[in-house]
C-alpha cells in the first residue's frame, strides 16, 4: 500500500517511522517532510495547504491512504477535497472532514459542543469586537487568572493567562479590536481558569468505534519548572503516573464516551484522532481542549508504546471495523525530550548543522524541524530533534533521553532538563 503523509514535524517522523514498520507499506511519501522522514520514505515538496498538489501527487504515485498530520489542511477540508473529487475518493483519509474539525478550529464551537452534551469543562463566554465593553465587563466578575483564548487557529499562540485585570482588558482590546491573531481573534472566549495539573488522551475513532491511546503529559513552557513563554512542546512522558485505573476511568466515563456519542447525536461524521487536552482538577478530569490530530510530541511517546500494525489499525478505521481491533500496548514507559533553537519560542537561526546524531544508539531521534542542504543535516525550525526512549519507569527512561541527546549538538541547541519534574 502506497501511503502519503501530510506534514513536516516530530508528529509525521514518528508516524512514518511506524508505518514503515508494517509489512503492509509500499511506498511512502511525506509532503513537504524533513530530514528524518527523508531517511524513511521520499519527501515531496508540496505545502500541506496545497491541495491541488496532493491531488497531482496523489495520482502520480498511485497513493492508497493519506495521513493527515496537522491541523491546518483539517481545518481547511482536505479530507472533503479529497471525497469529492472523482479522481481520489477512494483514498481513505486519516484524519476528521472539515465540519469535524471545527471542535479545533473554533474554541467556541468546542465549548458548545461540551455543554451540549455535559461534558466537564472550564465555564466560560465569548465575545467579538462589538461586545468590547460586555467581555471587559465580564472579566470583572472572575478571579486572577484571567484565561483569553483566540476563536480560530493561531498556530498554539492564540492562548493568554494574564495576573492582572488592567492587562486582561487591554489584550481583550487588543484581540477583538487590533486583531492581535488576525481572523483567529475575532471571536475570543474569556473562561475560568482552572488550577490543577495537566495531561493528553487520545482518541481514534470511525464514528462508531473507537479506541483510546496511552495518556501522555508533555511539558509546555520553554524554561525549567514550566517557566517562561509557551512552546510547542518541550518534551513529554508515558505513561502518566498520576493516571490511574481510577482516574482513566473517570475520563473514559465523562468524557471520552460523551465526546464520541457526542459526535454521533450531532450527525457529525469522524474519522481519525481526537486529542483531549485534560486537566485534573481535584480528583476529577476537565477538558482544556480539543484537537483534531496528534498533538507533538506527544506523539512521540504514544506511538512507540504501541505495538500494533498502524497500518492494520488505520485500515480498520477506513472500513469501519475499528471495532474488531485490541491494542497492544507496550508496559514501558516512553520519554521524550525536545532539543531547540536558540532563541526559540522567539527568533531564533535556521541553517545551524547537526552533529552526533551518528551516535545515537539506545533512543529514537524524531526529526521535527530539520533539513538537508549539501549532504549535511541542519536545523530548519525551533523545535529541533526529539529523543525518545523506553526505561521501566519514566525516570529510567528519562536518563537515556538526556544521556543521548548530550550527545547530539549544534549552535544554540537547547534543551529542557527537568521533563517530568512534577510527577516525583
Wanted: proline residues 5%; contains cysteine; glycine residues 10%.
Amino acid at each position: 500500500m502506497n501511503i502519503l503523509i501530510l506534514g513536516s514535524g516530530g508528529r509525521e517522523h514518528t508516524l512514518a517511522w511506524k508505518l514503515k514498520q508494517s509489512p503492509k507499506c509500499g511506498q511512502l511519501f511525506i509532503a513537504p517532510g524533513n530530514a528524518g522522514t527523508a531517511e524513511i520514505g521520499a519527501n515531496l515538496d508540496i505545502a500541506v495547504e496545497d491541495f491541488d498538489g496532493i491531488k497531482q501527487a496523489a495520482l502520480q504515485h498511485n497513493i492508497e491512504m493519506v495521513i493527515v498530520g496537522p491541523e491546518v489542511p483539517l481545518v481547511q477540508g482536505i479530507h472533503d477535497f479529497i471525497l469529492e473529487d472523482k479522481e481520489l475518493q477512494h483514498i481513505p483519509v486519516i484524519g476528521p472532514r472539515k465540519y469535524a474539525a471545527t471542535l479545533e478550529g473554533s474554541k467556541q464551537f468546542a465549548k458548545e459542543f461540551m455543554y451540549r452534551h455535559g461534558i466537564p469543562t472550564a465555564a466560560y463566554q465569548s465575545f467579538k469586537a462589538g461586545e468590547l465593553e460586555a467581555g471587559q465587563a465580564f472579566l470583572e466578575t472572575l478571579n486572577p487568572p484571567y484565561v483569553l483564548k483566540a476563536d480560530g487557529l493561531a498556530a498554539g499562540k492564540g492562548v493568554l493567562i494574564l495576573d492582572d485585570l488592567q492587562q486582561a482588558k487591554d489584550e481583550l482590546q487588543a484581540m477583538l479590536i487590533d486583531s492581535k491573531f488576525g481572523e483567529a481573534s475575532r471571536t475570543v472566549v474569556i473562561e475560568e481558569f482552572l488550577s490543577g495539573i495537566e495531561l493528553s488522551c487520545f482518541v481514534l475513532t470511525d464514528g462508531n468505534d473507537y479506541k483510546v491511546f496511552p495518556m501522555a503529559k508533555d511539558y509546555k513552557r520553554i524554561g525549567k519548572g514550566d517557566t517562561g513563554l509557551n512552546t510547542g512542546g518541550m518534551g513529554a512522558v508515558s505513561p502518566v503516573p498520576f493516571a490511574d485505573k481510577e482516574f482513566e476511568a473517570r475520563i473514559h466515563d465523562r468524557i471520552v464516551k460523551p465526546t464520541v456519542e457526542g459526535l454521533k447525536k450531532d450527525g457529525i461524521p469522524y474519522m481519525g484522532f481526537i486529542f483531549i487536552g485534560l486537566i485534573k482538577v481535584g480528583d476529577d478530569p476537565k477538558v482544556i481542549e480539543y484537537n483534531v490530530r496528534l498533538g507533538d510530541p506527544e506523539t512521540e511517546v504514544v506511538l512507540p508504546r504501541v505495538k500494533n500494525d498502524l497500518v492494520d489499525l488505520f485500515q480498520a478505521l477506513a472500513e469501519n471495523r475499528l471495532g474488531e481491533i485490541e491494542l497492544d500496548i507496550d508496559p514501558r514507559a516512553a520519554t521524550t525530550v525536545m532539543m531547540v533553537s536558540g532563541g526559540y519560542p522567539g527568533s531564533y537561526e535556521k541553517k545551524k548543522e547537526i552533529s552526533g546524531l551518528n551516535d545515537i544508539k539506545d533512543a529514537i531521534p524524531f526529526h521535527a524541524g530539520t533539513t538537508v542542504e549539501q549532504g549535511a543535516v541542519v536545523t530548519n525550525g525551533g523545535r529541533v530533534l526529539a529523543l525518545t526512549a523506553y526505561g521501566e519507569n519514566f525516570l529510567d527512561a528519562l536518563k537515556v533521553s538526556y544521556r543521548e541527546a548530550a550527545k547530539i549538538s549544534f549552535d544554540g541547541a537547547y534543551f529542557r532538563d527537568d521533563i517530568g519534574f512534577d510527577l516525583n
